[in-house]
């Protein structure tokens, strides 16, 4: 059983920057992609960021791109989300969530975060 644990999530003005934090524990994460989703209200949820573990090859939503960027600590088994740009419409709650030799999508992972918030003001 993978655990993920978030921490990072917070308030800030438009323009910011936050930085999310994953940390797997409980089994090798060598075959997995993990990433991060977010759901704002009255929303779907979304695919926002995603990296393969193994590798590092990197995948974004295009309303990031060029904002976020998603990496890894392989010693300390933990994934990052670098938030700059921050807009209002990135407010959400964000889950970090991991997939067992597949993409990361919105709802079908294997496992999911706690979730944290992220509220950006105007």
């Known amino acids: 059983q993978v655990q993920l644990v978030e921490s990072g999530g917070g308030l800030v003005q438009a323009g910011g920057s936050l930085r999310l934090s994953c940390k797997g524990s409980?089994?090798?994460?060598?075959?997995?992609?993990m990433g991060w989703l977010r759901q704002a209200p009255g929303k779907e949820r979304e695919f926002v960021a995603a990296?393969?573990?193994?590798?590092?090859?990197?995948y974004y939503a295009d309303s990031v791109k060029g904002r976020f960027t998603i990496s890894r600590d392989n010693a300390k088994t933990t994934v990052y989300l670098q938030m700059n740009s921050l807009k209002p419409e990135d407010t959400a709650v964000y889950y970090c969530?991991?997939?067992?030799?597949?993409?990361?999508?919105?709802?079908?992972?294997?496992?999911w975060g706690q979730g944290t918030q992220v509220t950006v003001s105007s």
């Open positions: 969530a991991a997939q067992y030799q597949k993409l990361i999508s919105p709802y079908e992972n294997d496992y």
């Open positions: 409980g089994r090798t994460l060598s075959s997995y992609t």
């Open positions: 990296i393969r573990w193994s590798g590092g090859s990197t």
